[in-house]
């Protein structure tokens, strides 16, 4: 561990000359912490792929309270990193304050918008990528019934949940869509024992393509799919590793790529609104070794053709958060 | 007769335990391959050298002395309030309602308000867990855990349903408005060339804490009250023939005691967030427990060790954003100061007071 020896001598010469610029950049991880399998995972994962690509170091820090999101904030910033990047819509507030005491440094939240000169917001086009996932669940399911569990009721995942909607409607219009979500509170992101209760009570009314939405709690949902010699669809990262066979695909939401791209910019980091979306190669959904036997060719053609056309604009999947609202149930 | 003098009981047995922690806290930290003396310079750097990390000591501190208070005086009646936590929850809530919608012309009147409502929602909520002690013989350390539970619940509900605003997506209520924002120390103490204490979240309610460790100095000692609840806690029977209704000081204690917890709130709702989020107290209302059992339910003591356990609160967050020590191992370092502070008091008492016996019996 001469890293951290290294890392640990460093920090204390930090403290005591802390204005010194040094511009390595600093990842800021959710309560939910760095190792939650989907989230923040592909955020470490992204800013892991910069140093191993760069030979550069970052800073990280899983935050413990409130209270330290401004001071993780203040702290790096001071310190001279930069660009200083954050994961989750909880950093928006802070980062509305903190931003403009320090014109210098570089901002990048993921999920969320701060309107600020020196901050770069990503969003994703999470409905886009539901829809194409969607569409996949109706080709897939011989029942007509298909199921979508949420993680916390908050208008993010009914953004997934409207856009996946709309897909299967797409392929089959008398296709039913089953939706649970699986809380109200950020608890509801790290519950798989409630996300496998929920997965039985969507199977017994007849579901066979689950779609889960839902962080951590999802774990629970593709296990007990897979159990249940049903089809899952997993979120965020590839997880069609997890149930090989039995997971249709993924929903990739490449916070991975928003990371590495804010490092590899580094201090001269492009601010503004930032959209990834299935044109820019932003969402995707996954296809690998693990769900091609699940895949038929009618199947992949019908997705790629719907990918085409959102991209080049012709076909607008309803965006649940433009209005609160979505045009199919 | 007085085994020890009084300086060797209120200063020597919580240093030596202090440092016994520190000790093993050093073998830990070897143990994962870090070097303890520069984690904990590091520690004092970022928590006591800089204005901004006072700043955090200070605001952590605050929270603790509240809790603290609240156990403490709890304890003088021989009650274990751990429902801290739900009390300072529903504090929390109380806040809220006061900062949001009562239009406060300037945020002196609003801290008097808050304050107010703080005591009033946290007494409150231990009423129901004193009124079942003192009627029914419920045990207070059941029913106030349980209520800690409820609190949650009730509070998750509220902000879910009822409180957040259209749209948003945490489970927090809107900001409250310009005028109830409470002061800072930045606020307070920077001048125009240097500015001190800049983005930490230390407020004015400091010294609202400091004042109510004053007050509960005055109540326990200097009052009849005081003196009733004293005399209770040490023998129920002796206070009943001498006059003193249980039911009454179990509800009184009890009530006192969760305002004081409620009060945490204003620290960091009214003080920090400005809005009223879901997870605010972030178990002050356990932390409490250990500041009493380590201040010895004395109010000075309570300070004192409030302080100690906000300086290993920031330094914690010191070390966790500089080296690469996990978020968990700080957390076993502020549980070795605990343990050894307050569940192992007695293995440093012990031995002491035979030390000092064995001296006096040669002088």
Not at chain 1, 51 to 72: K, N, P, V, W, Y
């Amino acid at each position: 561990m001469t890293f951290v020896h290294k890392f640990l001598s460093t920090a204390a010469a930090l403290a005591l000359s802390a204005g010194a610029a040094l511009s390595e950049p600093a990842l800021i991880f959710d309560l939910g912490g760095k190792f939650d399998k989907s989230f923040n995972e592909a955020a470490f994962n992204g800013a892991k792929r910069w140093a191993d690509e760069s030979g550069g170091t970052f800073r990280e820090i899983e935050l413990q309270s409130e209270a330290q999101r401004e001071q993780a904030l203040r702290r790096f910033a001071e310190a001279g990193a930069n660009p200083i990047v954050m994961t989750g819509f909880a950093f928006g507030n802070v980062l509305g304050e903190v931003a403009p005491d320090y014109p210098d440094t570089k901002f990048a939240i993921i999920d969320m918008v701060v309107d600020a000169p020196n901050v770069r917001s990503v969003v994703f086009n999470e409905h886009e990528g539901s829809y194409l996932v969607g569409m996949m669940a109706a080709m897939a399911s011989t029942s007509g019934t298909v199921g979508f569990i949420g993680g916390m009721d908050i208008p993010l995942i009914r953004k997934f949940a409207c856009g996946y909607v709309q897909g299967v409607k797409a392929v089959n219009p008398d296709a039913t869509v089953i939706q649970n979500m699986t809380g109200t509170t950020p608890a509801a992101w790290n519950d798989p024992v409630k996300g496998s209760e929920l997965t039985k009570a969507q199977i017994s009314q007849g579901a066979d393509v689950v779609y889960a939405a839902a962080g951590g709690t999802g774990v629970g949902v593709l296990q007990t799919a897979a159990d249940e010699n049903i089809l899952s669809i997993g979120v965020d990262s590839n997880q069609n590793y997890m149930h090989p066979g039995k997971v249709l695909t993924s929903m990739m939401k490449r916070v991975d790529n928003a990371v590495y791209e804010a490092m590899k910019m580094g201090e001269n980091l492009e601010t503004g609104f930032n959209v990834m979306g299935v044109a820019n190669g932003g969402i995707d959904y996954a296809m690998d070794e693990h769900n091609a036997p699940l895949v038929s060719d009618e199947m992949k053609a019908a997705v790629d053709g719907a990918k085409d056309q959102i991209a080049s604009g012709a076909l607008a999947v309803h965006d649940y958060m433009s209005d609160n609202a979505c045009p199919v149930e | 007769m007085q085994k020890m003098p009084a300086w060797a009981d209120a200063i020597l047995v919580p240093l030596i335990s202090l440092l016994l922690a520190a000790l093993l806290s050093g073998l830990v930290i070897i143990g994962i391959g870090e070097d303890p003396i520069a984690a904990f310079k590091l520690m004092v750097d970022g928590a006591l050298m800089r204005s901004a990390g006072w700043g955090y000591t200070l605001y952590y501190a605050t929270n603790f002395m509240f809790t603290g208070l609240a156990v403490a005086v709890a304890f003088h009646a021989r009650m274990f309030n751990i429902g801290g936590e739900g009390q300072a929850m529903l504090g929390g809530l109380g806040v809220a309602l006061a900062c949001l919608y009562v239009p406060w012309p300037h945020w002196s009147l609003a801290i008097l308000g808050s304050c107010l409502a703080a005591m009033l929602f946290g007494a409150a909520w231990a009423l129901i867990p004193a009124w079942l002690q003192a009627k029914r013989g419920s045990h207070i350390v059941i029913t106030t855990i349980m209520f800690n539970f409820i609190a949650a619940s009730l509070l998750n509900y509220l902000l879910v349903n009822v409180l957040r605003p259209q749209g948003a997506m945490d489970p927090a209520t809107a900001k409250f408005p310009e005028p109830t924002h409470l002061p800072t120390f930045r606020d307070m103490f920077s001048t125009s060339e240097t500015i001190l204490f800049r983005g930490s979240p230390a407020n004015v309610s400091f010294f609202f804490a400091v004042l109510a460790c004053v007050l509960v100095w005055l109540l326990i000692w200097r009052t009849r009250l005081g003196y009733d609840i004293r005399a209770f806690g040490h023998s129920e029977p002796a206070a009943q023939y001498a006059g003193i209704s249980p039911v009454r000081i179990t509800v009184v204690a009890l009530l006192i005691s969760g305002a004081l917890a409620g009060l945490m709130a204003v620290n960091t709702t009214q003080g920090e967030a400005e809005r009223l989020i879901l997870n605010s107290t972030e178990g002050a209302g356990f932390i409490g427990i250990a500041v009493a059992l380590m201040g010895r339910s004395h109010p000075l003591g309570v300070f004192l060790a409030a302080i100690l356990f906000g300086f290993l609160y920031q330094g914690g967050a010191e070390l966790a954003l500089w080296t690469n020590i996990p978020r968990e191992l700080i957390v076993v370092i502020q549980a070795l100061v605990i343990l050894f502070t307050g569940a192992l008091d007695n293995m440093v008492r012990m031995p002491l007071e035979r030390l000092f016996l064995s001296l006096r019996r040669e002088g």
